[in-house]
């Protein structure tokens, strides 16, 4: 059997809760079955109750107060002791059917998959032993594309999770709507697929020469892996959001595997045309 779910990464403030919230919003209303998982050990609040919340299993809270650790180090921890109880997120998933689309809400902590191995391993453990076609989607915010060498960074964070990950995965610039009036859609499309010339230029021109090299730098390793292209994003944008839907649906080739409804089936939920 088949289990389809993705993974909401980024950095803390991209807005992965919200599109989480928008995407849930936008499945119940087509109908179509979704579980959220919470995965954030420190999240309170939520717009939709999780059906699986790793607070359930530990706390950051608690993680801080037993080990006396920061929440950095609490954060680790929670990863780790979730993956030594992976059988308490198998029995949460239990039941999960090829018809749902599972919704793993990240936290914003990317040493969990850029400087250690925990969230690869449990994609790894999901698709291998629990049948899961999993892809990422990716999540910074657009405001970066005002700051070029924030944006560049982020553009490399993007690319190590991907092959981190080693998963289908979606780069996302979120908050769209925040930087519709500050950007032309010509210079846009200079982000959506990062043009690293303007490291050389842009940047080059605002930084200290002694960094110019590592600049060029910057630009080989995107130029060779050239991997990251993004997505745009308005959360609140029922047409946005079902097309970021549709690049999910498509990386986890989730409608091959949906059985057709006959129209003699009385369980189907058929309406007729107009």
Known sequence: MSRF?????GPAGSGKSTFCSALISHLKNAKRSCLYVNLDPAAEDFDFEPDVDIKNLISLDDAMEEMQLGPNGAMMACFEFLMENLDWLEAELDGTTEEFITIFDCPGQIELYSHVPILPNLTKHLSMQMGYSLCAAYLIESTFVVDKAKFFAGTLSAMSA???????????????????????KRELKRFLDPDPTMIATDIHAQTNPKFHKLNEAVVNLIEDFSMVSFLQLEAQNEDS?????????DC?????????????????????AE
């Open 162 to 184: 991907m092959i981190m990950l080693s998963i289908p995965h979606l780069n996302i610039l979120s908050k769209m709507d925040l930087v519709k009036q500050q950007v032309s």
């Open 5 to 9: 779910g993705v993974f909401v990464v």
């Open 241 to 249: 959001v079902q097309g970021i839907l549709s690049y999910i649906d």
């Open 252 to 272: 986890l080739g989730w409608s091959e595997v949906q059985e057709p409804q006959l129209k003699d089936n009385p369980d189907a939920d058929w309406q007729e």
